[in-house]
């Protein structure tokens, strides 16, 4: 075999040579940055997303008519040019074991609940790090094993100013329940209560799009008569300093009516 012949093949193998190690470098210098540096968008956008969907909740309860709404939740990341593999994650939701408020009519007591939502991360790119919305702020966790712990908040510095500026002067609790009693003692009133559950479907994992769904319904009224008092306590929820407001929403009535409207608010995945 002549120079001229193997001149090409030389070339070709050189030029492969030379490709894989541009690639094992890229591989080895250059990929886990990338991936990392995506894995940080998707995880801002996560944050995001539990941020918007949260104020969505919250504008629901207040406003206390029918309703519905969902936010999209990017479940993986980490996806860039030339190599797609991406992480995944689950959203789930669940019912505090509390009740945040129980409303007493005569012997008759109505608990309200409420419902907490989360993002948790799987094979994550860059920090294992999970969300938590619940009682109107958002967590940051660590992630091991499926488990989030560590909860820090993140849109204030310390639990304590969370303390300070949402639970113990919180809107969001009042806004759970509202009558048009504005003494006393009323002979008849129109109560409104709203009570935050998760749906049948309220877990989904994989790495794609999922989303965080509500949907408000209003029941038909109930019709309490000859009633004697009605009054409020609260759950030992970060919610429970909000007593004070509520005895001073507790009403006799003395043998009046109280007509009852329940507005029950539905948290679902999809």
């Given amino acids: 075999m002549n120079d001229d012949a193997l001149s090409p093949v030389l070339a070709v193998m050189l030029i492969l040579a030379v490709a894989v190690t541009l690639f094992s470098v890229y591989n080895a210098e250059y990929l886990p940055g ?50 797609s593999g991406k992480s995944s994650g689950t959203i789930s939701v669940e019912q505090e074991s509390e009740p945040v408020i129980t409303v007493g009519i005569d012997s008759t007591s109505i608990p309200l609940h409420f419902v907490n939502f ?56 009042r806004s759970l329940i509202h009558h048009d009693c504005t003494s006393e003692s009323c002979n008849n009133l129109t109560l409104y209560a709203v009570n935050v559950v998760p749906g049948v479907k309220n877990f989904t994992s994989g790495n794609g799009v999922a989303s965080f769904t509500l949907k408000t319904e209003m029941e038909e009224p109930r019709l ?44 679902s995945t999809s």
């Fill in 118 to 173: 989360s993002y948790c991360p799987v094979d994550n790119f860059w920090v294992d790090q999970g969300y938590t919305w619940q009682y109107g702020y958002v967590n940051i966790s660590r992630v091991s094993g499926g488990k989030m712990s560590d909860p820090v908040p993140l849109q204030y510095s310390t639990m304590e100013k969370v303390e300070q500026k949402i639970l113990l002067n919180s809107s969001l609790g």
């Fill in 34 to 83: 990338l991936k990392q540096q995506a894995e940080v968008e998707h995880l801002q956008n996560v944050e995001e997303s539990m941020v918007r969907f949260g104020s969505a909740l919250e504008n629901a309860i207040s406003l206390k008519r029918e309703l519905s709404m969902s936010e999209p939740v990017v479940l993986g990341g980490g996806d860039i040019l030339l190599h």
């Fill in 224 to 267: 309490f008569e000859h009633v004697d008092s009605l009054y409020f306590s609260a759950g030992d929820t970060p919610f429970k300093d909000l007593q004070t407001w509520l005895s001073s929403k507790n009403t006799t009535l003395g043998g009046g009516n109280i007509t009852l409207k329940m507005i029950t608010i539905t948290v």
